[in-house]
């Protein structure tokens, strides 16, 4: 891995864990949202017992530390900065560092419907092709006495860089919710 590559990736997580102020053992969120010029931003640290690699399957490859900076501006522009720190190997010797870029849009297109286009780049600073991802996903949502259901189609692809032999993946899926008032 690059010199330059890595002191970017220990600064980006590094930046999160001194702004939260908080060991990251804790777990740690802000209680609101703050709001500076038009953008809302959320900040949350946390342990998670078994990071889930995809790669054709899920594997668990072990305990981590992730970080999350969340900006979103009141137009509905968001920007997404997700980083991973594996606390140990995997049992087939991956340490599953990761710091993810996400920028995108969601767009109220009227009467509860909804889109959001987004692109991510998927940093890997261990070794294995990075990867960018787009995004799109249509939303419905409905609201009445018993609560708000929501309906989504979602396409997303996957396409590795440099593709190394790893085949793009191009996924369509739908989901409903439904969330009890």
Request: proline share 4%; glycine share 10%.
């Amino acid at each position: 891995m690059k010199e330059g590559n890595r002191q970017l990736a220990v600064a980006a997580i590094a930046s999160l864990l001194a702004v939260s102020g908080t060991r990251a053992d804790e777990g740690f969120e802000l209680p609101e949202p703050q709001k500076q010029s038009g953008w809302n931003k959320e900040i949350s640290i946390g342990y998670k017992s078994n990071y889930a690699v995809s790669d054709a399957k899920v594997e668990l490859a072990g305990p981590s530390i992730q970080a999350d900076l969340y900006m979103r501006h009141e137009n509905g522009v968001f920007v997404d900065l997700w980083a991973n720190k594996a606390i140990e190997k995997s049992k087939d010797g991956f340490k599953t560092n990761e710091i993810d870029l996400t920028i995108g849009k969601d767009t109220e297109i009227g009467n509860g419907l909804n889109l959001t286009t987004q692109v991510g780049y998927f940093y890997f600073p261990d070794g294995g092709p990075d990867f960018l991802s787009p995004k799109v996903v249509l939303s419905k949502s409905f609201e009445n006495r018993a609560g708000n259901t929501s309906v989504d189609i979602e396409a997303k692809g996957l396409v590795p860089i440099p593709s190394d032999g790893i085949r793009s993946q191009i996924t369509l899926s739908a989901g409903a919710a439904h969330e009890v008032q």
